[in-house]
């Protein structure tokens, strides 16, 4: 994890509708992740890979 946040393009879902929220950004081969109501906190970063599966995995819903 990561206190300080880059310049990165944020993007917040689609599907976001109240205060529970995450935004996403990409980063050369990583997709950092962050807190919406909190940009300035920490932020934790996954393999671009993983996260496309783990995005694949929730439109299939499998991870019900």
Do not use: H
Not at 9 to 38: F, L, P, Y
Request: with cysteine.
């Amino acid at each position: 994890m990561r206190s300080e946040s880059p310049q990165y393009q944020w993007r917040k879902s689609s599907r976001s509708g109240g205060t529970n929220c995450v935004e996403a950004a990409m980063a050369s081969d990583r997709v950092i992740v962050r807190d919406s109501k909190c940009s300035a906190g920490p932020t934790i970063s996954f393999l671009a890979a993983d996260w496309t599966a783990f995005v694949q995995a929730l439109q299939r819903d499998q991870l019900a």
